[in-house]
């Protein structure tokens, strides 16, 4: 890649195993989610030899993503996610549970160092198995990373067979990650459960620049990569079943908030369909960008491995969050917060980082 992100590029992928190959076993889980009936999921990634007791020794290191199932009254179990038993590096993990079908959604990066490439994953577990989507890339050199997933739920109206008229509540899971390709963007995916049934034909990646009409050149020139790297998803108070998207949109240079929802109404044919096209053109997997907000980039300058969570106020502004050096560092999206370094609460063990970040998720949400 004739780019000056390429040599940055490396030289995190290199910190990044580093950090990997050395750091201890984790105890913590990186995400978490808990069920109505009380059943704790958590998911980290580890190696094989950590989850499977009496692995071979050829097995042992190899990287995988684990999931810990702790039901109330019973002892924890932890499996590793199906799809995710090879020599690549796994990282970003991010999870949600769909209680209206009972599904566990695990998304991750993988990394395959040698060929300069990382992909974003997502592992489906129901009725006791695993299913694997791999989101396709853009043409040419890709790097996709901090994938990051919700679940909402909306209502809708269809036809049953006879033809009348009815109205369905649907689970949509909502996917955002980053791509680095010919173009540096970030992306976004849904997945409908319809009826129980999981459309995973259904599935198709969005630019989100595009969702926004910026679509074209991106520029990250002289950004560091903390400063555009990290999208976010929360949901939206405003709809039913829509989400917030806050991103860097690099054709602009601008950290951008969008809301994201879908058709509802799939009994009348979308505004402009030809007679051919008919209810089709109500596409359930196009997603429907409206209602956005443009900010400054932020200018943080991270390490790398460090995540950068983003809380999306009612009124659009983002505020941006990570933790380092013993403290819970954040730093609101407007102007005039941008202009001043950021902000830091320092964690003590009687103030946890979920506290600490509770306490700024309150402050975010008044602006």
């Known amino acids: 890649m004739n780019r000056p992100f390429s040599s940055r590029l490396r030289a995190a992928l290199l910190g990044l195993v580093a950090a990997c190959a050395f750091a201890a076993p984790r105890a913590d889980a990186a995400s978490a989610v808990l069920a109505k009936d009380g059943t704790l999921y958590e998911v980290f990634a580890t190696t094989y ?3 499977i007791s009496g692995a071979s020794a050829a097995d042992a290191s190899t990287p995988v993503v684990a999931l810990r199932t702790t039901v109330p009254d019973r002892t924890p179990s932890v499996e590793v996610v199906g799809g995710s038993f090879s020599p690549i590096l796994k990282f970003g993990e991010s999870l949600e549970f769909d209680d209206s079908t009972q599904t566990v959604f695990v998304v991750y990066s993988s990394l395959q160092v040698q060929g300069f490439f990382a992909d974003t994953h997502l ?8 299913a694997n989507v791999r989101f396709i890339s853009n043409p040419g050199l890709y790097f996709s990373v901090n994938p990051r997933i919700l679940v909402t739920r909306q209502s809708y109206k269809t036809f049953d067979p006879a033809g009348d008229v009815v109205t369905k509540t649907r689970s949509i899971l909502s996917i955002v990650w ?22 995973l034909e259904d599935i198709a990646a969005s630019n989100l620049n595009e969702l926004t009409g910026s679509a074209g050149p991106t520029d990250n020139r002289n950004l560091p990569t903390s400063s555009y790297m990290y999208p976010a998803v929360q949901r939206d108070p405003r709809t039913e079943g829509g989400v ?8 602009k240079r601008v950290q951008q908030v969008l809301h994201i929802s879908f058709p509802d109404d799939y009994t009348q044919p979308a505004a402009g369909a030809t007679a051919s096209a008919g209810r089709t053109a109500n596409s359930r997997s196009t997603p429907i960008g409206r209602g956005f907000a443009e900010f400054p980039l932020p200018s943080l300058d991270l390490p790398f491995t460090l995540q950068v969570g983003t809380i ?8 941006y969050w990570w933790v380092r050096d013993g403290a819970l560092n954040y730093q609101s999206g407007d102007a005039g917060s941008l202009a001043r370094p950021p902000l830091a609460i320092a964690i003590r063990s009687d103030f946890p980082v979920d506290r600490a970040l509770a306490v700024v998720g309150s402050m975010a949400e008044k602006q």
């Open 178 to 199: 980053w791509e680095e390709s010919a173009l540096s963007q970030a992306r976004y995916a849904a997945l409908l459960i319809e009826d129980g049934a999981l459309r």
């Open 312 to 319: 999306v106020s009612p009124g659009g502004v983002p505020t």
């Open 244 to 251: 917030i998207v806050s991103f860097a949109n690099l054709a």
């Open 123 to 130: 592992a489906i577990w129901r009725d006791g198995g695993w």
């Open 49 to 51: 030899g950590q989850v």
